[in-house]
């Protein structure tokens, strides 16, 4: 059959648009995981490099909808635009950085879950290390809520602050006695682990971290470390149970269910 003739006459032509921005680890994990959906479903999909500007989205989502997908899926936008400047397709948002998006990744319970794991583990006090970003922002929610829950202290550590010196931070550490450390993500718990050890701490005796995120590359640290993992499986398999509903249902709308 031809796609294009099917779509003239009024068909579909069982196509998704995925826009996702490069170089992302997660976006990466939910990309490969959504695009194994679609072919379990009969779909095929055309995916595109999203620019992390959102005045580059709309022209991403027109040039999809030129090659006559039936619904896009948006990972990682900076923010979804008006409804005004993108096609009358149906459109699933998954964890923009805005914050605003149908499927996301409850930030600040990964937070309350990494804190939570160090002070069930004995620690007094629970200090977190990030810098300022949103995402961070909701994860540090987390941290407060579970010291405030369990009675437990604990101090924030801004790495930009401390214009990201692994020395700077290390005194920061033997000043206020801190043993225990919840990162933001896996990045700063590795680098923070693998600079402590080479400095003569031992880890989790001296100093016990968590990172966040789940990356694969934190089962090879010496020693490994542990993380809050995120359920990428359920965020794609959402995503595409999502696009697939609103194609159905034609629901050409920016909704944003929240979820």
């Known amino acids: 059959p031809n796609v294009a003739a099917r779509s003239l006459k009024g068909g579909r032509t069982q196509t998704i648009g995925i826009l996702s921005p490069p170089g992302s680890p997660y976006s990466d994990a939910v990309f490969a995981e959504i695009c194994q959906m679609l072919r379990t479903h009969g779909y095929n999909f055309l995916s595109s490099d999203l620019i992390p500007q959102v005045s580059e989205l709309p022209q991403a989502c027109r040039s999809l909808s030129s090659r006559g997908v039936d619904g896009i899926i948006v990972l990682g ?30 930030k600040e319970q990964t ?61 920061v550490l033997r000043k206020e006695k801190i043993t225990a450390l919840f990162c933001s993500n896996d990045f700063l718990a590795a680098k923070v682990t ?15 971290l968590v990172g966040c995120d789940g990356h694969s590359f934190i089962e090879y640290t010496t020693p ?28 050409c709308d920016v909704v944003m269910e929240r979820i």
């Open 224 to 251: 490994s470390i542990a993380t809050v993992i995120q359920p990428l499986h359920q965020v794609a398999e959402k995503c595409v149970d999502m696009i697939l509903d609103r194609i159905k249902r034609n629901i």
């Open 77 to 106: 936008a900076p923010m979804p635009p008006p409804k005004t400047l993108i096609p009358d397709l149906p459109i699933v948002f998954c964890r923009s950085i805005c914050g605003f998006s149908d499927i996301d990744i409850d």
């Open 111 to 171: 937070g309350f879950l990494g804190t939570s794991h160090l002070l069930e583990h004995g620690h007094k006090a629970v200090s977190f290390l990030g810098i300022h970003l949103q995402a961070n922002t909701l994860r540090e929610r987390g941290w407060r809520r579970a010291l405030k829950t369990r009675g437990a202290g604990g101090s924030h550590i801004d790495l930009h602050l401390l214009k990201g010196s692994a020395e700077q931070l290390e005194k």
């Open 194 to 208: 693998r600079y402590l050890t080479r400095k003569g701490w031992k880890v989790p005796d001296d100093i016990a």
